[in-house]
């Protein structure tokens, strides 16, 4: 199963500058070094915003997560990176109770795939 509704996902801007591309950022900076040895960067900052979303349309959702709040839904897949070498990464998304937008949560490396 896709993510519901992914060409509405929302993925804030300050999610991705201020946390995921952020070197400076406490819990960020270590998802900002494996981002941006696949060629992202916070300059060009668009461009993963536009990977997450297609990793979410295309990727199938690994596990889904029912709360008081609302769906989170967490997909494993590929994500295309600027160099090409589109390496495995896990995505969170959240549908809010009366929603139907996901909305980005974070994302990082899986676990035992070679992310070279």
């Given at each position: 199963m896709k993510l519901p509704n992914y060409e509405k996902a929302f993925v804030p801007k300050e999610k991705i500058t201020n946390y995921l591309l952020s070197l400076i950022h406490r819990d960020g900076c270590s998802k900002a070094r494996f981002f941006m040895r696949f060629g992202f960067s916070a300059e060009?900052?668009?461009?993963?915003?536009?990977?997450?979303?297609?990793?979410?349309?295309?990727?199938?959702?690994?596990?889904?997560?029912?709360?008081?709040?609302?769906?989170?839904?967490?997909?494993?897949?590929?994500?295309c990176s600027p160099d090409r070498r589109n390496p495995s990464i896990r995505s969170v998304?959240?549908?809010?109770?009366?929603?139907?937008?996901?909305?980005?949560?974070?994302?990082?490396?899986?676990?035992?795939?070679k992310n070279d």
């Open positions: 060009q900052w668009e461009t993963l915003t536009r990977a997450l979303k297609f990793h979410a349309g295309y990727n199938e959702i690994t596990k889904t997560e029912i709360s008081y709040f609302g769906t989170r839904y967490i997909i494993e897949g590929a994500i998304w959240f549908v809010e109770n009366g929603s139907d937008i996901p909305c980005f949560v974070t994302a990082y490396p899986v676990k035992g795939k």
